[in-house]
């Protein structure tokens, strides 16, 4: 460990990956045509045709991407005491929960508007393949939030408490501005969400939902707004909960919504899920890591021990995302410039590009948008969790994660997304075209008319059809004739 890494306070870490993991073992046998992501020392040319030709052998393959042996040292820091097996699934929620730890800050994005770190992850799994077991991370990254939020939950039940035993007429205690509850419970209805909110003043919060129904409950009771429609507000930068009521004790809010969440699903649970909303937008937001089914007869990954050594692997990482403003040297309204993310999305974006010029695959394409925006976040919280120093892994990490995600949610959502997409009809034209050009010839009568606005599904009856020609004849663009047709003066054929 170098002198400097000293001085940070990370403690030393064995070789990635960890040779004594049994489920390790099992995989270490991989095929030479694995995908490293690392296109570093390439020129543009270069890295375009080896970025198109991995990603035409990833997308057409029914295994995910396998993950880089060098991975950043924050994420084998939370990773350190997870099987191999999860690994890869369990590496994303990870830096979605650990973003939470950045008080007000956003970081700039490629088209220089500047974006808070909004990150979630869909983790989906077979039953019983262990996708719960990543609240031990979550456990131990957000410790410092976890009991606040418990503590100052307390104090808001005895105040609340102490008010319900006085009388009407009474003076009631006022509840203090520092009762910050930054976790999320998903038996939570949307005005509680709204009050929470409102309570934490903008500051990012995390939900884990252990099952993607649990999401529902924030549509129970009156006030209650779809799902969908939450998780679409917590995804977008200027996301707002807004909910305006009249009843003195009712919730009247209007701020800002940030809040990361994890989702632990079911194949058939995130397909009844997102059913209705493949073109919506919830879905084209959602991060999804899938864990594959095992082998019957699969030994089961063993979990480290979590204790004091775990913790302290984690600690400075923790300590540097709190100072990330004083760390990144932010501007006076938390906005960052980290240029190494930057240039990483600029080439992703030309990578991408590259391979829909192969396959013109329009579906693919739009689930890219919102897959480069958390791609290049992701990228800021590992270099933030660093101490804002870009390490040479982040790359290739942040690229194998934007196509691991995209190809789980494809793998899931696929067949679906592409037969709703196939669904979408625009008009090929949306004006109506003119009349008069449609008229074959330059002599036409009354009959002739009528036809045509039939034709065009408009209302063909006489009094309709003689008003339009009315309108015609007062603009000069047609006169009657003596034998009751009509001769076109514009518009010529």
């Keep these: 460990m170098n002198d400097e890494n000293k001085r940070a ?5 064995p070789e990635w990956p960890i040779e004594n993991d049994a489920a390790h073992k099992q995989q270490v046998s991989e095929p030479s045509d694995v995908v490293d992501f690392d296109y570093r020392g390439l020129s543009k040319e270069e890295r375009l045709r080896r970025a198109a030709k991995d990603m035409e052998a990833i997308y057409a393959s029914d295994e995910p991407p396998a993950m880089p042996k060098q991975v950043p040292r924050f994420v084998k820091a939370y990773l350190w005491n997870t099987p191999s097996v999860f690994q890869p699934a369990f590496s994303q929620p990870g830096i979605t929960a650990a973003s939470v730890l ?3 800050v956003s970081f700039k994005h490629t088209n220089d508007q500047y974006y808070p770190a909004k990150l979630n992850t869909l983790l989906v799994g077979p039953s019983g393949v262990g996708k719960n077991s990543v609240s ?3 456990k131990y990254l957000l410790a410092d939030l976890m009991k606040e939020s418990h503590d100052n939950m307390e104090r808001e039940v005895e105040i609340n408490d102490q008010n319900n035993l006085l009388g009407s007429n ?5 509840k203090p501005d520092d009762l910050v509850q930054r976790i999320v419970f998903t038996n939570t209805t949307t005005p509680a969400l709204a009050k929470q909110m409102k309570q934490n003043n903008g500051l990012p919060c995390f939900m884990e939902a252990k099952e993607i129904e649990d999401l529902y409950c924030f549509k129970n009771g009156a006030g209650g707004m779809s799902p969908l429609v939450l998780l679409r507000e917590a995804d977008d930068p200027d996301g707002k909960i807004r909910q305006r009521r009249v009843g003195e004790k009712s919730v009247t809010a209007d701020v800002p919504f940030h809040m990361n969440y994890c989702v632990s699903t079911q194949l058939e649970s995130a397909l009844s899920f997102f059913k209705n909303d493949m073109t919506k937008g919830g879905l084209s937001r959602q991060e999804v890591a899938f864990i594959p089914e095992q082998p019957i007869g699969a030994k089961e990954g063993k979990y480290k021990v979590y204790d004091e050594r775990y913790v302290k692997r984690l600690q400075p990482f923790i300590d540097n995302l709190k100072k990330t403003r004083e760390n990144a040297h ?6 960052i410039y980290c240029k190494q993310a930057y240039k990483l999305i600029d080439d992703l974006k030309e990578e991408c590009a590259a391979y829909l010029d192969t396959n013109f695959d329009r579906t693919w394409d739009k689930m890219t948008h919102r897959g480069l925006t958390h791609a290049l976040l992701k990228a800021c919280v590992l270099w933030a969790a660093n101490g804002c120093k870009w390490e040479p892994a982040i790359e290739p990490f942040i690229r194998w994660s934007f196509h691991y995600c995209l190809w789980s949610k494809f793998y899931v959502f696929g067949d679906r997304l592409r037969e709703a997409e196939s669904k979408l009809k625009y008009s090929a034209k949306p004006g109506k075209p003119n009349l ?8 036409f009568t009354l009959r002739d008319a009528m036809l045509l606005r039939k034709n065009q599904g408009m209302d063909d ?3 309709a059809t003689k008003n339009m020609i009315n309108v015609w004849v007062s603009r000069q663009w047609v006169k009657r004739l003596s034998d009751g047709r009509f001769e076109k003066l514009a518009y010529k054929v």
């Design 170 to 174: 009474a003076k009631r205690k006022a």
């Design 9 to 13: 306070g990370f403690i030393p870490l």
């Design 136 to 138: 031990q991370i979550f």
């Design 461 to 463: 009856t006489e009094k």
């Design 436 to 443: 008069l050009l449609l008229i074959s010839c330059n002599v």
């Design 102 to 104: 950045m008080d007000d």
């Design 330 to 335: 932010a501007d006076k309204d938390g906005n």
